[in-house]
């Protein structure tokens, strides 16, 4: 089964409204990173942030390990927020290797 | 640092054909990944090496696909016998310290 689930699937909002990105793991993990994606880029880390939370600018990343959740809050959200936003676990058998979520496709409405 | 290279940017190849994805990690990077992205799958991880040894590839399908790194300066993935299910965004990465990926822009091979 899937051990990286993310939701929601899809978000569209209005620019200036924050934006909760959540993602479930089924199996323990050392770690976890958030990821960037535009249609047709490479991915860009975010945030890396095994457990806790970390804010950059408009974004925060809260990670619960024990309850194997981590959460990405946009706030103010703007148009070029607009992408794929991935979320990856290292898991506790697979040293260095992610396992990657579906992603969220955020799209920010003017 | 122009970042991870890869190359070709996109490929159309006939079923049966074989395609080879080359990868430039970023220069003094020790580890090189490799993954695959489609819609329905998403990102699925193939392969990896640490100072171009092979450590992981449990990924990888375990006919035509293989990959290597001769230097450390380059990676490829060839996929022999192409099939129309291999049709991806193929993703290399690398990285200095662990957690830490730079990706490139992927190959996007199509299958016709």
């Known amino acids: 089964g899937q051990q990286v689930q993310q939701s929601p699937t899809s978000l569209v909002l209005q620019e200036g409204e924050n934006a909760e990105l959540q993602c479930n793991f089924s199996?323990?993990?050392?770690?976890m990173q958030w990821f960037y994606q535009r249609p047709g880029g490479s991915l860009i880390s975010v945030f890396y942030?095994?457990?806790g939370t970390k804010q950059s600018g408009r974004l925060t990343s809260t990670t619960v390990i024990k309850e194997r959740r981590s959460s990405l809050h946009i706030s103010s959200s703007q148009i070029t927020d607009s992408g794929t936003y991935l979320c990856?676990?290292?898991?506790?058998?697979?040293?260095?290797?992610?396992?990657f979520g579906k992603g969220t496709q955020l799209i920010i409405q003017p | 640092n122009a970042g991870v290279i890869q190359t070709p940017r996109h490929k159309v190849t006939g079923k049966g054909q074989e395609a080879t994805l080359w990868c430039e990690p970023i220069?003094?990077?020790?580890?090189v990944f490799w993954y695959r992205q489609t819609i329905v799958q998403g990102l699925e991880f193939l392969t990896y090496?640490?100072?171009?040894?092979?450590?992981?590839d449990s990924g990888m399908p375990k006919e035509r696909f293989s990959a290597q790194m001769p230097n450390q300066s380059h990676s490829t993935l060839k996929i022999q016998s192409t099939q129309p299910q291999d049709s991806a965004v193929y993703l290399c990465?690398?990285?200095?310290?662990?957690?830490?990926?730079?990706f490139g822009e992927g190959s996007r091979l199509i299958v016709v």
């Open positions: 942030n095994p457990s």
């Open positions: 199996t323990s993990l050392n770690s």
């Open positions: 990465a690398s990285s200095l310290v662990p957690n830490t990926l730079y």
């Open positions: 220069s003094g990077h020790s580890a």
């Open positions: 990856a676990m290292e898991n506790t058998e697979g040293a260095d290797r992610l396992t």
């Open positions: 090496f640490r100072n171009q040894a092979p450590i992981d």
